[in-house]
């Protein structure tokens, strides 16, 4: 598909760049890039929801954020989003649970549960899902434009 593109650009470039489309192209394309980068946190996060550590003074897995950020492509001067950081979560505190079996249990036999909320990443998964179809529906929208801007040309 980039390649269709890139040959309705060369054919008429005065045309793509009238209607802007390389620049919604763009910035969809960032859009699902970031949201795809998510995902892939709270894939993490979600797979981690159970790692306690091994020994009594070990954390357990602690809760990985994603933050945004609005950038400008410097090839286009295009306004995109893009991953600003990875961080961790220290505010949300680890939850404890009597286990004093555990090799992880502390001296009163409690031990520490990531602070990983499964509600949380869930819901956190569906908004991510549902942006990236948004971005994929203009991508699509898009194309169709471009489609139909080429039928009139015939």
Known sequence: MRYMFIILALLFPSLS??????DAFERSAAGMKVQSQRMKIISQNIANADSVGTSPDEEPYRRKTIYFKNTVNPKTGNEVVAVDKLSRDYKTQFKARFDPSHPAADEDGYILL??????IENVDMK???????????????????????LELLR
């Open 17 to 22: 760049q009238a209607l802007g489309l390389e």
């Open 114 to 119: 990531p602070n990983v909320n499964r509600t």
């Open 127 to 149: 908004e991510a899902e549902r942006s990236y179809e948004a971005n994929l529906g203009a991508v699509e929208t898009t194309k169709r434009m471009y489609l139909n801007t």
